[in-house]
């Protein structure tokens, strides 16, 4: 429509639009100010993306944070967390403990401050810090993290495995995939509470985020079928109990390999897995756009998963093409599933779990909040730790037959 005509006096009434979406109807994104709010406010409740920060810190941060510049926003995450990171190791030799803690906050304040995505070269260098400073961190693990290194197509999948101590045999396994902006650092971090039970962990960042070496597409399922290639090729490990956890993005992959590696999986479970209208241009442009469930930029980030696409309309013309309904997947055998949700999820629809639920050959395990948003998460009553420790590790120890009365201190 061309508003040319009636641009002064009729600003307020005229509407354009882009990419099949009126602006006027667009909610925007949060301004530098509401971000700043609203991220101390989930850095003091633990919410995501502020799990483990202190609020200290990240009102320290925001004080030379002035403008959405993204690298005047790494450079401010990253100057708190460079003091940090110097104390500890400083600190390694003679208080271990404490050096310890710090790589912990300056590994947070560096993940923080290449998020959601290290879209420019100043939160490229906070993701590099970032992993950096888990892995000082990661050198206090006992049992020990082990950096992979898998041969794929020409590159390498990086990976994080840690194997239980003082087991019989071969272990089982869970192969954790991350969301859009979280990173295998942070699945190793929670995945820690499984060991004890026995159960070894690999995480891998999934298509299109942190280290994978390939994006996001219709066939990118590959490279996590090749994780399951390497895992099968260890001799720590029991192929024939190996499982995937997935979140958010990594739950799509999870549930894609339910059904398409149904014959090497004991089981999958799916935290809100986007399945058929989460892929859909109205869900786009109503629900993820200016979404305020998701801190900001989610559709910048979304767009940064695939190859080649930097428009909202390059983006609402890939998705359809992931549906799992499109693909003709859905309603073909799956290994048994867990599927993990909140009725309130702005990000992802939960009609998309319900047809999850109701597609398939063998009964599903569902845990559905009616108060929950992405994740099932509800603050202060259902956080991410506590959906993780009293629902998700006890069905995966239950899919891979792991007794678990058997936890080993």
């Not at 429509?1 to 006096?9: E, G, I, T, W, Y």
């Not at 050198?139 to 992979?148: G, K, M, N, Q, S």
Request: proline share 7%; glycine share 8%.
């Amino acid at each position: 429509m061309d508003c040319s005509n009636l641009m002064k006096l009729l600003i307020p009434l005229c509407v354009v639009t882009i990419a099949g979406l009126a602006i006027g109807q667009q909610r925007p994104e949060r301004t530098i100010d509401e971000i700043k709010v609203e991220a101390v406010k989930r850095a003091e409740n633990g919410m995501y993306p502020l799990i483990g920060l202190d609020p200290a810190d990240v009102r320290e941060a925001f004080q030379s944070v002035k403008t959405t510049d993204k690298d005047e926003w790494a450079a401010a995450f990253m100057g708190v967390g460079d003091r940090y990171m110097q104390e500890g190791k400083s600190l390694e030799a003679t208080d271990p403990t404490k050096a310890n803690a710090d790589y912990i906050r300056a590994w947070r304040l560096y993940s923080f401050g290449r998020w959601p995505i290290p879209a420019s070269p100043g939160k490229q260098r906070s993701y590099e810090k970032a992993i950096e400073a888990f892995l000082a961190h990661a050198r206090f693990y006992d049992p020990p993290l082990e950096v992979v290194k898998i041969p794929f197509e020409g590159k390498e999948i990086t990976g994080y495995l840690r194997i239980p101590k003082n087991t019989r045999g071969p272990v089982p396994l869970v192969i954790a995939v991350n969301g859009l902006d979280s990173r295998k650092e942070d699945l190793s971090e929670s995945f820690g509470a499984i060991l004890p039970f026995g159960v070894a962990f690999l995480a891998v960042d999934g298509p299109g985020t942190g280290q994978a070496p390939i994006k996001a597409s219709e066939t990118a399922d590959r490279m996590l079928s090749r994780v399951i290639d390497y895992a099968q090729s260890r001799p720590e490990i029991d192929k024939n109990r190996i499982a995937i956890h997935g979140v958010s993005w990594g739950a799509y992959w999870a549930t894609k390999l339910a059904i398409v590696e149904r014959a090497r999986l004991k089981g999958t479970s799916a935290q809100s897995p986007p399945i058929d209208g989460f892929f859909q241009k109205d869900f786009l442009l109503h629900s993820l756009l200016g979404n305020r469930e998701y801190l900001f930029d989610q559709v910048p980030a979304l767009m940064a998963i695939f190859d080649n696409v930097t428009s909202i309309d390059q983006l609402a013309e890939i998705f359809p093409k992931m549906s799992l309904v499109r693909q003709g997947l859905l309603g073909k055998p799956m290994a048994p599933m867990l599927v993990i949700g909140g009725v309130l999820d702005t990000q992802v629809p939960i009609a998309d779990l319900y047809l999850l639920l109701s597609k398939g050959d063998v009964p599903k395990t569902a845990w559905i909040n009616p108060q929950g948003g992405h994740l099932g998460r509800q603050v202060k009553v259902w956080p991410d730790p506590v959906i993780f420790k009293q629902v998700i590790i006890p069905w995966l120890l239950r899919t891979l037959d792991v007794q678990q009365g058997d936890e080993k201190h």
